[in-house]
């Protein structure tokens, strides 16, 4: 079974701190995807990559950055934490035909 | 642009009677469908998914969804819940490209004794 590991199940972190989550995939997956997580909203996609070194941004990727330098692991960074980026980011990886993707079991991160 | 709407955000139930979540979407191009489940502390796994062929889809656990065309809905439906299908359940649309996969904003399903 594909298996995607996100480093920290709960991070709390102060207002300004840069902040780094990380997701590794085991399944040579070409895509991988970061998400958030918020109650009414649902999954809002905050950047998206399709190979090393390559990303796009998703929807809402105004205060994060990401960085992919291995094809197994994709890094979402909070450049400045604001007390709004409280939230469940998710990490999921798939092939390119997006039929099926596999999440992580998501962070839970509070900036206070 | 894809968009899906589920109406519902929470949907209380008693073990053993029968559920139905409702999945809307809205597409100028064709799609593919599915639904992914949440439980509680947990990432979202796909349950089933509709590509093509027959429109009726079932999972391993006794849920099915119906891609409907004509009324651009994707529900879905178990005749009988267990405690253990509480959990919140995406419905999600991808155009047949590729390229882009939208989420909906989840629906809670609680399944009491």
């Known amino acids: 079974d594909v298996k995607v590991t996100q480093s920290s199940r709960y991070l709390v972190k102060r207002t300004g701190e840069k902040v780094f989550l990380e997701c590794v995939q085991d399944m040579d997956h070409e895509n991988m995807f970061w998400y958030r997580q918020d109650p009414g909203l649902g999954l809002r996609l905050i950047y998206f990559s399709y190979d090393v070194k390559m990303k796009e941004k998703g929807d809402i990727p105004e205060g994060y950055s990401v960085s992919r330098e291995k094809k197994e692991r994709f890094s979402l960074i909070l450049e400045s934490a604001s007390t709004n980026q409280t939230s469940m980011y998710l990490c999921a990886s798939s092939e390119p035909n997006r039929e099926k993707l596999f999440f992580g079991s998501g962070t839970q991160l509070s900036v206070l | 642009a894809q968009s899906v709407t589920q109406l519902d955000s929470q949907v209380p139930v008693f073990e053993e009677a029968p559920v139905e979540l409702r999945c809307n979407y809205s597409?100028?191009?064709?799609?593919?469908l599915f639904w992914y489940v949440q439980y509680p502390n947990q990432g979202l796994q796909l349950l089933l998914k509709?590509?093509?062929?027959?429109?009726l889809v079932e999972s391993i656990n006794g849920f099915e969804a119906e891609f409907n065309k004509s009324q651009t809905s994707f529900h879905l439906r178990k005749p009988s819940v267990h405690i253990s299908d509480t959990a919140e359940y995406f419905c999600a649309v991808i155009n047949t490209g590729f390229q882009k996969l939208v989420f909906g904003t989840g629906t809670r399903l609680l399944v009491s004794p």
């Open positions: 509709y590509l093509s062929g027959s429109t």
């Open positions: 597409s100028s191009v064709s799609v593919y």
